[in-house]
């Protein structure tokens, strides 16, 4: 499934990876420009492990040693990245933060995507808290990964409106499909070279991207 030129990824994930299979898949049918050298997970009994080798891709699984000793994960998943070629690290589900050298190390060269219209409901659990909030719109945003949680600059999301009577179960899917066509897709502008990291910040089709592209779903 390789090709050559195709911009190498490695995804991080700590549970199902639906996010991940999701950009395998469209990087296997040539839509993206891209390919996943290495999928990596802290938590060595993830679901998503078992669907990426069923889908051909190499795994790694490192355990997280706890926060206090994150560096030892660090410099392992950093030799692990390094050794797969790997130019752009994708966070998708992954559940843990990393430390501030290991990010700024690595500036415009981690994406995440967090289930939230950011800078709105950083943090965990936030479908629970867009409801109790009495939010009229939901959605998710494609970010780079700075040393602030959830506080790189914003660079595609996705809006869906907030249903009457809703349940946190059902918002959460919308949001995860909107999710699902989101993240591949800036990862193909960053394979076509129309996204690039230039002088701290992130720039889309030749200009600064000061404020995230918002597409509105039906959804």
Known sequence: MSTRGALRLGILISGRGSNMATIAQQCRAGRLGAEVALVISDQPAAAGLETARGLGLATRAIPWPGAARRSEFEREAAAALDAAGVELIVLAGFMRILSG??????????????????????????????????????GATVHYVTPELDGGPRLLQSRIAVRAGESEESLSARVQATEHIIYPKVIGWRAEGRLQWREERPWLDGAPLLTPVVEEFDA
């Open 101 to 138: 050298p290991f990010v700024t190390a690595r500036a415009g060269r981690i994406l995440n995507i967090h289930p939230s219209l950011l800078p709105k409901f950083p943090g965990l659990h936030t479908h629970r808290r867009v409801l109790e909030a009495g939010e009229r719109s939901h």
